[in-house]
């Protein structure tokens, strides 16, 4: 059965640190697909960025970077310098086998909140 | 390009009341899905379309659940009889068909509905 676990449920940290948001996942699937979205307070969850499970590359995205290791089944999400405007619920999530269309499998969240 | 809308918003009902939730997809995304969102948890898949075809169902919360997509453009999600245990946000995304691996395919989500039964 499949499982995403994001152990840290709530961080707080000020303007300008860096944070990193785990994430550890379960699967039996040899090829699978990893997503984090983010949760603002406004409520709509947007995607952030996707990753295939054959593809170990790191990738970073302005001030966001996520680092992929299949070894230990994780794939975690950096912020460096966080703004105010990062404080949200983020959410890891895999996906699914095609008999379920690639659902998303989504992890409890972690709450961010960023203060000046 | 438009994102992916829901109707309403927000629905406050009486427990036994039907209810029915309305999902438009971005345009020409073939795949859409149902998920439920309670109070400090991820979305919970429901039900997802391919076109027209309703193809997994089986993770629909009970009988009182169920979903069309008539014309593989819109979808509606009925609640029947609802009970206070079924308080919470629907949300509807949508995919494309792409060109590369399905699963590879990000969702986009709607704004959701909150459903709240007195």
């Known amino acids: 059965a499949q499982k995403v676990t994001q152990a840290q449920t709530e961080i707080s940290v000020v303007e300008k640190e860096d944070v990193t948001l785990d994430c550890v996942y379960e699967t039996r699937d040899t090829t699978y697909y990893l997503f984090w979205y983010k949760q603002p307070p406004s409520g709509e969850l947007v995607f952030l960025i996707r990753?295939?499970?054959?593809?170990?590359q790191n990738e970073i995205s302005g001030r966001y970077s996520w680092n992929f290791q299949k070894s230990t089944s994780s794939f975690n999400f950096t912020i460096t310098a966080s703004q105010v405007v990062d404080s949200a619920v983020y959410f890891c999530?895999?996906?699914?086998?095609?008999?379920?269309?690639?659902?998303?499998?989504f992890g409890k969240g972690t709450s961010l909140l960023v203060t000046p | 390009d438009t994102g992916v809308s829901q109707d309403p918003r927000h629905k406050i009902t009486k427990r036994g009341q039907n209810v029915t939730f309305r999902c438009d997809p971005i345009s020409e995304h073939n795949r859409l899905y149902w998920y439920r969102q309670t109070l400090g948890q991820g979305p919970e898949f429901l039900t997802y379309f391919q076109n027209e075809a309703q193809l997994e169902k089986s993770r629909l919360l009970s009988d009182r659940f169920s979903a069309e997509r008539p014309k593989g453009s819109f979808s509606t999600l009925e609640i029947q009889r609802t009970e206070q245990g079924d308080s919470a946000m629907y949300l509807c995304?949508?995919?494309?068909?792409?060109?590369?691996?399905?699963?590879?395919?990000?969702?986009?989500f709607g704004p959701g509905t909150r459903l709240t039964v007195t």
């Open positions: 995304a949508s995919s494309s068909p792409g060109s590369g691996l399905a699963g590879s395919y990000e969702q986009y």
């Open positions: 990753r295939n499970s054959f593809d170990e």
């Open positions: 999530a895999l996906s699914e086998p095609f008999n379920s269309g690639y659902a998303l499998n």
